[in-house]
């Protein structure tokens, strides 16, 4: 090998810095130019098969050759620093010089790859798009295949007079290194990440709690290792032990520039998909380009919870055969992660579907969310079940705010509300203006509506009203008032407003004649900015025939045939029109 073995940096900062490749620029299939700079780091998200994985096999692809065709990227640039002398004293540096070739010529090999100097030379001053046989020292694409392989025990090589020519060799070397990425994965799976240092032909990795030293003893004594060799092996476990060790091990080591990471939540669970997505910025050096392709929006909030100014969220749509992206803007990206409603839902998942429905409560998803599986499951064989999400978000107050932050993070949406929304102006007005509809161009017969049945007799007169709140306080000697009573008050306050009745029988309840015909152009104004009001009055209206309210009767009616039972055909219906929405673009 050339140069001193103390001089070789065996992770992946400090001296060996220059020469430097970086992606400046990425075209998608649709026009749309991406600038990247040199310590960006590039979520790539949306549904499933709009191209996220195809997009960092382009990259790769690209920086080896140009012309390389790709249906999701038309073009990447590329950035470089470093002369060439630069260059040579940067491979002799690092990599290890084979015993072949002619002495101006020498092999040398890092990780997997090898290659002629003059190649190297060369490829470096073209100067062109690629960087033709160099590009693998300069960019890592990590599949999933390696990750679960990246483990195996390679053959042992003298740590003195040999480079490292696998990630564990590094580890083998670096005993900080080791304890390093031994923190992060017992952060993970709560076991340690040992070397093996004294197996013979091979090193393996153990997994489990770090036998002690005695008195006496190092990590090559025989008492330590036979104490060591009890543990588990890595590549002995399952998939998620070996993938996330995988991953750690992949990005720890060598010199690449630009990582390019496939799906790294595969095989892990939530959590370990979500410490994940932080591990992977830390200590990351900040001229390292990283470009993630993820379904998880696990991965996803790892990756802001670390507050990072260097993340930024692309999402990815397929238009027939065009690859579309929206560069969301990571300062507002950000600042909606930051409150606590999104922040403790699963509001974020829906970057990774073609739509979004924003319900009020989540007896509503569950409702809807099983017709619409129903509907595609049970009579319509060969058409796609159309990728909708149902999300809730706890009340009609909340809807603005969550139509509004999905449509910002360019997520389709379409929201769904009972009947007695149309009562007041707040919070009716704040979901049409999120959904962006102009309040002026319904606020006319929204009025004639709720005038029309706001002039309709309450089921309690106030005489009526107070005779029933008296009674039900009458036996209270508790202070403060007990939960259950003040639901029951609430529930009588309720029946002296029209629109608990309104909400209870929905659209039928308006009068005929102007107000009818003005609720009919309001719900249809409605429904193409993407809200669907519940003409039913509110989810029991489906089916009167059932017991319960909420989740009682949720639960009562999902026992039925939801495909075929006649007394769902107007769910049936609601249910198409939303998903019709989906299919010709309005969500």
Not at 144 to 171: D, M, S, T, W, Y
Not at 253 to 277: N, T, Y
Not at 446 to 458: E, T
Not at 485 to 507: F, H, M, N, Y
Request: charged content about 20%.
């Amino acid at each position: 090998m050339s140069g001193d073995p103390e001089d070789v940096q065996l992770n992946t900062g400090g001296t060996l810095a220059t020469p430097h490749v970086w992606i400046s620029e990425l075209v998608f299939s649709d026009g749309t130019s991406v600038p990247v700079s040199q310590s960006d780091i590039l979520v790539i998200v949306g549904p499933n098969n709009v191209g996220k994985s195809a997009a960092l096999r382009a990259v790769n692809s690209k920086l080896k050759d140009s012309a390389a065709i790709s249906p999701v990227i038309q073009s990447i640039a590329i950035g470089r620093s470093g002369s060439e002398s630069d260059l040579t004293t940067w491979i002799e540096g690092w990599t290890f010089k084979e015993d072949v070739g002619p002495p101006s010529d020498p092999i040398f090999q890092s990780l997997g790859h090898r290659m002629h100097r003059n190649q190297a030379l060369y490829d470096w001053m073209q100067n062109g798009k690629s960087l033709g046989q160099l590009a693998p020292w300069f960019c890592h694409f990590l599949s999933a295949e390696e990750r679960l392989n990246i483990g195996k025990p390679p053959q042992n090589i003298p740590l003195v007079r040999a480079a490292p020519i696998h990630p564990i060799h590094f580890l083998q070397r670096d005993d900080s290194l080791e304890s390093k990425l031994s923190a992060k994965f017992r952060k993970a799976f709560g076991v340690d990440l040992i070397v093996n240092r004294n197996a013979g032909n091979e090193v393996p990795l153990h997994v489990g709690d770090r036998p002690e030293l005695a008195a006496g003893e190092d990590r090559v004594s025989v008492g330590y290792v036979s104490r060591l060799e009890q543990l588990p092996k890595l590549h002995e476990q399952g998939d998620g032990m070996r993938s996330f060790a995988g991953v750690l091990l992949a990005t720890s080591v060598g010199h690449p520039s630009i990582v390019l990471i496939d799906e790294p939540e595969a095989f892990l669970h939530p959590p370990q998909a979500r410490l994940l997505g932080s591990v992977l910025l830390q200590g990351r050096p900040m001229e390292r380009q990283l470009f993630i392709a993820t379904h998880s929006s696990d991965v996803l909030r790892g990756m802001l919870d670390s507050e990072s100014t260097s993340v930024r969220v692309l999402r990815l749509t397929r238009q027939g055969n065009t690859n579309a992206v929206r560069i969301l803007d990571n300062s507002r990206v950000k600042e909606l992660w930051g409150d606590p409603l999104l922040r403790s839902s699963n509001i974020l998942d829906g970057l990774f579907h073609e739509g979004v429905v924003v319900c009020e409560a989540d007896g509503d998803c569950r409702f809807f969310g099983a017709v619409l599986d129903a509907i595609y499951s049970g009579g319509t064989e060969g058409i796609r079940r159309p990728d909708l999400m149902f999300v809730h978000c706890g009340g009609k107050a909340c809807l603005a705010l969550v139509v509004r932050a999905l449509r910002e993070v360019g997520v389709p949406v379409h929201a769904v509300a009972d009947f007695d929304i149309f009562s007041e102006e707040q919070p009716l007005r704040d979901v049409v203006e999120a959904l962006g509809l102009d309040w002026a161009n319904i606020v006319a017969g929204w009025k004639i509506v709720r005038n029309a049945v706001n002039g309709k007799k309450p089921e309690l007169n106030t005489n009526e009203l107070k005779e029933r709140i008296n009674k039900i306080l009458s036996g209270v000697v508790k202070s403060p008032i007990p939960p259950a009573i003040k639901d029951e008050i609430q529930s009588v306050l309720r029946r002296s407003s029209p629109w608990s009745i309104a909400k209870t029988v929905g659209r039928s309840y308006v009068p005929s004649g102007t107000a009818a015909q003005a609720c009919e152009a309001l719900l249809a104004a409605l429904r193409a900015a993407g809200l669907h009001v519940v003409e039913a009055g509110e989810l029991e209206g489906f089916v009167r025939t059932a017991g319960g309210h909420g989740p009682k009767w949720v639960n009562e009616v999902l026992k039925r045939d939801l495909a075929s039972d006649p007394e769902l055909e107007s769910a049936r219906q609601f249910v198409r029109q939303i998903s019709s929405a989906s299919s010709s673009g309005r969500i």
